[in-house]
């Protein structure tokens, strides 16, 4: 299904809006089928908008089939960090995972062309972009990779934040160890911004940051805060360098064993998770903003972002080449 609109116009709104759509699920939920735990990870804790989504999946399932499909969510890294769920899920050993499209370029590469800085140009702009056609053509790729793709969650702008000074000029970030996430792209962004950039798991990140491995990191405002960075790291940096969408994925494995009756099923249920996710994150954003306020974290808003999409000019040349096409068409996408 076409994940054109979450606001449920278009598709969504067409197989699960009104009376129809009402009386389908019903129809879909008392076919005979086998029973299935999904079980899924995040990293995040239990209160993220990602976490919170994916536990309403979970509730939907359950009251469609009567508990024959259920959600057990792992959360707060209790199996590792992203790559290592995404890894489990490919395998078929791990049913569903939440991870960021910036671990699944090494997987797909046309996924890289989310991945580079500043490539989106507004929210508004990534929403139509990762909700029309390039968007799902990207879904279905994921079948390559073992991987079922459901659709895209919020995670706003990711900004750089650290132990040493406070960033407000490219000539800021000079030197400095950033770690992101493992993915080639964010390294080469760090360098030609004049750090050093580390592909280091999210779960590894506070050690590495308390031992000094790295200095700091980029992440958003609420995974800054949730996961208790600042405590550590207290220079946050609104520079918002980059605008990487979750993805919800499943494993291609366990879904060619499942009827086309609890596909679908599943894939209703993640349309309304991804359209709550969307919901949860405007809310979460902003109390986690207010949050750092209160524990006296001065984020840096003051910055000219100018010099830093020159700077990072190099690495969207570089990579953008390989997906020149998906670009041309983005850039022809509103918002």
Do not use: C
């Amino acid at each position: 299904m076409t994940l054109h609109s979450l606001n449920l116009t278009g598709a969504a709104a067409r197989f699960l809006g009104g009376i129809a759509g009402a009386t389908m699920i019903a129809g879909l939920a008392s076919a005979p089928a086998f029973g299935l735990e999904i079980k899924s990870s995040d990293v995040h804790p239990p209160d993220y908008p990602t976490v919170a989504a994916v536990d309403y999946m979970g509730e939907l399932l359950d009251k469609w089939t009567n508990g024959r499909l259920t959600v057990n969510i792992f959360h707060s890294m209790q199996l590792g960090g992203e790559k290592e769920a995404l890894e489990q899920v490919q395998l078929g050993a791990l049913e569903m995972t939440r991870v960021s499209v910036g671990v699944v370029g090494p997987i797909v590469a046309d996924f890289n062309a989310f991945n580079l800085p500043y490539f989106f140009r507004s929210r508004e702009h990534m929403f139509n972009v990762v909700d029309g056609e390039i968007g799902e053509e990207l879904l279905q790729k994921l079948a390559e990779g073992g991987l079922i793709g459901l659709g895209y969650m919020d995670a706003g702008s990711r900004s750089f934040y650290n132990t040493v000074h406070p960033v407000r000029t490219v000539e800021d970030l000079k030197g400095l160890k950033l770690r992101v996430m493992q993915n080639d792209i964010f390294v080469e962004m760090v360098n030609a911004l004049g750090g050093n950039g580390l592909p280091i798991a999210y779960n590894e990140l506070i050690p590495a940051m308390q031992t000094g491995v790295v200095d700091g990191a980029e992440n958003n405002p609420p995974s800054y805060e949730s996961g208790k960075h600042y405590e550590i790291a207290g220079f946050y940096s609104l520079t918002e360098h980059l605008m990487v969408p979750e993805i919800l994925v499943f494993s291609k494995t366990v879904w060619d064993t499942l009827t086309p009756v609890d596909q679908q099923l599943i894939r209703n249920a993640s349309v309304l998770a991804i359209q709550k996710e969307r919901e949860l994150w405007k809310a979460r954003e902003q109390k986690s903003l207010d949050a750092l306020a209160a524990a006296g974290i001065e984020v840096i808003t003051d910055i000219d972002k100018g010099p830093f999409i020159e700077a990072t000019a190099p690495v969207r040349e570089k990579y953008g080449s390989d997906f020149a096409d998906i670009l041309k068409r983005a850039e022809a996408v509103g918002g």
